[in-house]
Antibody
Framework: EVQLVESGGGLVQPGRSLKLSCAASGFTFSNYYMAWVRQAPTKGLEWVASITNSGGSTYYRDSVKGRFTISRDNAKSTLYLQMDSLRSEDTATYYC??????????WGQGTLVTVSS | DVVLTQTLVAQPVRLGDQASISCRSSQSLVHSDGHTYLEWYLQKPGQSPQLLIYEVSNRFSGVPDRFSGSGSGTDFTLTIDPVEADDTATYFCQQSWNDPNTFGAGTKLELK
């Protein structure tokens, strides 16, 4: 069974940093692209970033380019999202997903990031 | 960016009836490879989204055949027939035809 378990969310002040992790199991992690998708409170879904299975290429939405970094450790079957220079508009639940050409078939339970002073 | 427009709240339906949820795209989602990259997800209250339908009309693994997708070009419909109590949820469409992939705002399905 595919399982994705996020961690690392919390309350952080504007301008500060936070790093999210996603532990994957139930599939061969190194064979799949992965992605982060977020959902602001009571809002819709928004793709944030994707990474190829090797980690050699990464893709970001414009609003997070230069501030967020997606990475992975295939030996640990873990996906990461380093978030720097956080803004109030980054407040959201962040979901780790398995990415098949931007089709998100498997999702974690999400981790809430709140950016506020 | 491609904008996907959904009605925020669907017409309330009775158990056992048919529900239709629409999604309209600002651009045609037919890719040069011939595929149309329009997906449907459902999100139950307090839960993560779940993939229901991919490429307009293909049910994802384990999805009951009560759920079906149709449409072409810029207009798409998710149909649930018959509706069950557990179908109360918000339904999102998503396009992966163009970068960045985008989601509709979601349609909430309520029962009468």
């Amino acid at each position: 069974e595919v399982q994705l378990v996020e961690s690392g969310g919390g309350l952080v002040q504007p301008g500060r940093s936070l790093k999210l992790s996603c532990a994957a199991s139930g599939f061969t992690f190194s064979n799949y692209y992965m992605a982060w998708v977020r959902q602001a409170p009571t809002k819709g879904l928004e793709w944030v970033a994707s990474i190829t299975n090797s980690g050699g290429s990464t893709y970001y939405r414009d609003s997070v380019k230069g501030r967020f970094t997606i990475s992975r450790d295939n030996a640990k079957s873990t996906l990461y999202l380093q978030m720097d220079s956080l803004r109030s508009e980054d407040t959201a639940t962040y979901y780790c997903t398995r990415d098949s050409s931007y089709r998100f078939a498997y999702w974690g339970q999400g981790t809430l990031v709140t950016v506020s002073s | 960016d491609v904008v996907l427009t959904q009605t925020l709240v669907a017409q309330p339906v009775r158990l056992g009836d048919q529900a239709s949820i629409s999604c309209r795209s600002s651009q045609s989602l037919v890719h040069s490879d011939g595929h149309t990259y329009l997906e449907w997800y459902l999100q139950k209250p307090g839960q993560s989204p779940q993939l229901l339908i991919y490429e307009v009309s293909n049910r994802f693994s384990g999805v009951p055949d009560r759920f079906s997708g149709s449409g072409s070009g810029t207009d798409f419909t998710l149909t649930i027939d018959p509706v069950e109590a557990d179908d109360t949820a918000t339904y999102f469409c998503q396009q992966s035809w163009n970068d960045p992939n985008t989601f509709g705002a979601g349609t909430k399905l309520e029962l009468k």
